[in-house]
């Protein structure tokens, strides 16, 4: 039987009165890459924070990972258990060595000093982070070094379960090609990736699983790569009315920007 890295059974989540995710279901095996897709504000980094267990929303259904029910567990205690997250936003650590972080995130995932070790040199090597082994944290980093750091770091520790937000959003063509690429490796036995990304552009590299689409905190349609390719040509609208869903009606303005502006920028008269 296959094996299942991440298994969510009506997955909710709400903060204050505000529900935004309403029952999210679906499964990851081992060895594969999930896509999901969804417009801006359907709950797609609501639901990596569920799943890496940050605070502040209340959450109910089910979250399984190799088995292993995560509800309650601390963020620490769920990357130790093997699930690690890449940010949209990547934070600053001042103060804390990339090199020595690796070290210490690797120790603590039981990994040996030896072969983290290996792991830092042969990964720094390949993502260029040879530089900023001694740097603190992402500090002056520009925004597609952070992501390549963040991508260094999941090579480095191989959890089970990586999630990954928006990794492609600031990257210039060749380092989404390059991360890519290193997203494509870590699809192996031990490791299953979860995307999330607004752009078809990094599924041409990477080609994932399975792409399901998000929208209003529920997945709303899961498929082939095909599914991105819908979006790509039609928008969410496409898939919207495919599903008989209420279609996003964006209001028309009333006047046109234009009209805000005259002809004669200085009007003397
Ligand atoms: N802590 C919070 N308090 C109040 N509202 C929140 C909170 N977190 C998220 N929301 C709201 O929940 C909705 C989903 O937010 P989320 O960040 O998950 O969207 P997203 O799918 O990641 O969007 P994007 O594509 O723009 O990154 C948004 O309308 C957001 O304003
Ligand atoms: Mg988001």
């Given at each position: 039987m296959e094996r299942t890295a991440l298994r969510l059974e009506g997955l909710e989540a709400s903060v204050g009165d505000l529900e935004i995710l309403k029952g999210v279901d679906m499964s990851l095996p081992y060895g594969e890459v999930h896509a999901i897709m969804g417009p801006n504000g359907s709950g797609k980094s609501t639901l990596c924070h569920v799943l890496t267990g940050k605070s502040g929303y209340r959450v109910s259904g089910s979250v399984l990972m190799d088995g292993l029910a995560?509800?309650?567990?601390a963020v620490d205690e769920r990357a130790r258990a093997g699930l690690l997250q890449a940010f949209q936003y990547p934070v600053e650590v001042p103060g804390l060595g990339l090199g020595v972080l690796m070290e210490e995130a690797a120790d603590s995932l039981g990994i040996t000093e030896e072969e983290a070790g290996a792991r830092i040199a042969s990964e720094a090597r390949r993502f260029g982070m040879e530089p900023f082994?001694?740097?603190?944290?992402?500090?002056?980093?520009?925004g597609g070094e952070k992501k390549r750091s963040e991508i260094f770091q999941m090579a480095v520790l191989a959890p089970k379960v990586v999630v990954l937000d928006?990794?492609?959003?600031?990257?210039?063509i060749d380092t989404v090609r390059e991360v890519a690429q290193a997203v494509s490796e870590m699809r192996s036995d031990g490791t299953a990736v979860l995307m999330i990304t607004h752009y078809s552009r990094i599924l041409d590299y990477v080609k994932p699983d399975r792409v399901h689409i998000m929208i209003g905190g529920r997945i709303v349609d899961s498929g082939g790569p095909e599914l991105a390719d819908e979006l790509e040509e039609g928008g969410y609208d496409a898939v919207r009315s495919r599903l008989g869903l209420a279609v996003h009606a964006t209001p028309r303005p009333e006047s046109k920007v234009s009209d805000l502006f005259t002809d004669t920028p200085f009007d003397f008269d």
């Open positions: 995560l509800a309650g567990m082994l001694d740097r603190a944290v992402n500090r002056d980093l520009s928006e990794i492609d959003s600031g990257l210039d």
